[in-house]
C-alpha cells in the first residue's frame, strides 16, 4: 500500500488547494437594452449578439 513519504505541510496543502476557490461571475450591463448578461453570450430578452438577431425576442406572457 503507498505511503507518502513526508507529512504535507498546512502551506504546501494551501497551494495545493489555492486554483480550486469559487470565480465570481461577471455581468456586463447590454448598452442596448440595459439589461444584465454574462459576457460572450446571447441576450435573452432581446435575442442579439454582437450586434445580430440570434434568437427571437422573448415576450412576456
Not at 500500500?1 to 513526508?6: D, L
Not at 505541510?9 to 465570481?24: A, F, P, V
Amino acid at each position: 500500500m503507498a505511503v507518502p513519504r513526508k507529512k504535507m505541510t498546512k502551506s504546501r496543502i494551501g497551494m495545493r488547494r489555492s486554483g480550486q476557490k469559487m470565480q465570481t461571475v461577471t455581468w456586463i450591463e447590454d448598452k442596448a437594452s440595459g439589461e444584465l448578461r454574462r459576457p460572450h453570450h446571447v441576450d435573452l430578452k432581446t435575442g442579439m449578439y454582437r450586434g445580430r438577431q440570434v434568437l427571437s425576442a422573448k415576450t412576456d406572457v
